[in-house]
């Protein structure tokens, strides 16, 4: 080796040391949306277990008439099971953002398409347990005065101006939670994503 390639490799040997420390400040600012966003998905996965298991007493708190006993823990049986495979979905996630392992380029990477991942299975999550909100709260009403409305339907059956009704406070619920879910995920869990897309896209310039 001469002198000139000498001079070159050991010119390319700084300028990779310089790009080292660059890309390691880059990963450490990583750490800062991740912590957030952990201690985000803890409180938010209490204060889901604790509002499942308040569901569950709506019938004693609201004095139920024994039949609408069966009709409502039939439901929430489905809605329990929902609620459990996401919540198990969400402790395993939670689980893999370690800020210990944010030392590469890959980590990031893979941390940011998990959490995509999980926007939208909070998502379809969020829009599979909107029946049941909606099942729920006509369950509320037929039971209230005394299960007045209920008895009328079963007597006299539900008018065409009752289905019309019925149908068109679906359709209202679904889109406001739709557009809802959207701007509440956006806002919470959004943000983070993009913070990290901004990261890996720097990273790529590094």
């Not at 700084?14 to 985000?40: F, G, N, S, W, Y």
């Not at 803890?42 to 509002?51: D, K, L, T």
């Not at 139920?64 to 459990?84: D, I």
Request: charged share 20%.
């Amino acid at each position: 080796m001469n002198f000139d390639d000498f001079k070159t490799a050991w010119n390319d040997e700084q300028a990779a040391d310089i790009k080292v420390p660059a890309t390691i400040e880059k990963l450490k600012t990583a750490h800062m949306p991740v912590e957030q966003l952990r201690r985000k998905m803890h409180g938010e996965f209490y204060v889901q277990v604790i509002s499942v298991i308040l569901i569950a007493f709506i019938p004693q708190l609201l004095n139920f008439s024994q039949s609408l006993y069966l009709p409502f823990y039939g439901m929430y049986a489905v809605f329990f099971s929902l609620c459990t495979y996401y919540l198990a979905k969400l402790i395993i996630f939670y689980k893999t953002l370690d800020v210990s392992t944010l030392s590469t380029k890959d980590s990031l990477y893979e941390t940011y398409y998990n959490l995509k991942l999980n926007i939208e299975v909070y998502k379809s999550f969020t829009y599979s347990l909107s029946p049941f909100a909606l099942i729920f709260g006509a369950l509320v009403i037929l039971n209230a005065g005394d299960g007045k409305l209920m008895k009328m339907i079963v007597e006299h059956g539900l008018k065409d101006t009752q289905v019309i009704w019925a149908t068109t406070t679906f359709i209202v619920v679904m889109v406001s939670v739709t557009i809802i879910t959207e701007l509440y995920v956006s806002k919470q869990y959004g943000r983070y994503a993009s913070q990290l897309k901004t990261l890996i896209d720097e990273l790529k310039e590094v």
